[in-house]
């Protein structure tokens, strides 16, 4: 009796164990994930054309890269200056007006998006680095595209990612479906450029060992920005408004002995002081996430702060994301008032906040703490819901683990503590001054209804729903919201 209730608890325990793996699996990657083929070659064989490769006395190196908001594009840019290779960026034909919906359905359904740009010179390169940001625990589809639109046979493929805390595994079913008899080798999450070394020494990739980091005058090689970082927007054009040239400036600050990273964008204009908005990042964002704004906004003679917060996973302020909170994000943005008030070309009395995503809510809480400092405020789908999307993952604050993935990611106890019982609509209304908000009436990740709640606090604001735009603005949304933006400068006297 007592043999056969041991074999049944055995059985039991089995079962419970394959079922939590297969859940954990599931859970991991989307289904579709799992079913991808991987017919890359093996590690003997990859071993031994690496080993090949790395005996020639003179190796060429591409660094091609994917990069929706910038953060990609700075590794890759700091990669290529390491390892002399050239550069090159990977750009889908028609670019993405809904980022998060078209992203997701792409990879759900396996497409390959056309590419405006080739690289004519591909046979010349014996390691072909491929960087992108991690898009839904997957590889972005145009990354898919660039895979297969050459005959990669016989080089050195290394896959490298930046993302808001996803590692580079989970993308790897999606990317090695695209590697047939393809060697791929040394994939990395890359979170800060302070990494690379390190990377390209495990790679064997020092001059130490021998490598000839080879020249930048191919044809795709294209001339390093003088300037930190390019969105690469065109400036719009606005009656009454003239345009400026403008320099960037890398400024660190402090906030509870951690760095937070930013890049000052500074116009040349005859005041000796300027106007200043402070542009607040989203979820897992980064100082390149508002570039585009903070470009417009100089150009026309107003001074922009972009910055990484801490923990925010972006690429070089300090903290983690487990320690992240709206409220660390917002006791930052304190820090970054009383700091910028003090900078010599800035107007403190024109200090303005703009937020997209959970930068708008962070945003929006400052500036009712901090009423008599703001001169305005800008919020672009701002992310209200953070409350009730915690309440939705957990039933009750208690089962709240350490760590555990929020969208894409790894958030701790802080994130959920600080907004549980946080009424986000009783505190943004103290701000009683002219608000703009703009929203997109696609937004599959705050829904709109968040925006319209906000307009019934909110004293004085001006609202729009733009129309077809998601979570995150760009092509002709970008350019509608660009122009709301000047129009409420100017009313409110900014400019
Ligand atoms: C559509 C979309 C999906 C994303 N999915 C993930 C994800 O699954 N995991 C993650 O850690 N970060 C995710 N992120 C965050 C980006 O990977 C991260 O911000 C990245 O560094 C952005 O790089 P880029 O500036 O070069 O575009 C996502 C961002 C976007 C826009």
Known sequence: MKRKKGWIMGIVVIAVIA???????????????RNLSDNSLNDSQVEDLREEILSQSDVNMLVAYFSYSGTTRNVATALSEKTGGDLFEITPQDGYSNVYMQSNSEIRNNERPVLSDTVENMDEYEIVFVGYPVWWHATPAPINTFLESYDLTGKLIVPFCTSGGSDIDETMPTFLNSCEGLAVYGERRISNTSQIDAWLSEL??????????????????????????????????????????????EIELENQGQRIYGVAYIPDTEENKVPLVICSHGLGGSYSTNAAY????????????????????????????????????VSDLEVIIEAVSGWDFVDESRIVLLGT???????????????????????????????????????SLEEVPDSYRFNWIIAGRPYAEDMWNYDVYGEIGNYTDKVLLLHGSADSIVPVSYSDHATEVYEDVEYHVIDGAGHGFSGSAFDEAVGYIFDYLQQIEII
């Open 204 to 249: 064997g990739l020092t001059e130490g060992q021998g490598q000839n980091l080879t020249g930048q005058d191919s044809t795709v090689s294209q001339s390093m920005p003088e300037v930190i970082q390019e969105a690469g927007t065109d400036i719009l054009e606005f009656e009454n408004l003239p345009t400026y040239s403008y320099r960037q400036q």
């Open 294 to 329: 903070a470009e417009q906004l100089a150009s026309h003679g107003i001074a922009a702060y972009c910055f990484d917060f801490r923990g925010g996973g972006g690429s070089r302020s300090e903290g983690d994301t487990t320690e992240m909170s709206v409220m660390t994000e």
């Open 357 to 395: 995503s959970q930068g708008g809510i962070v945003s929006a809480i400052t500036a009712a703490r901090h009423t008599d400092r703001i001169a305005g405020l800008v919020l672009m789908y701002p992310a209200f819901l953070i409350s009730d999307a915690i309440h939705e993952q957990f039933d």
């Open 19 to 33: 079922l939590l793996f297969v859940g954990y699996n599931i859970y991991r990657y989307p289904a579709m994930f």
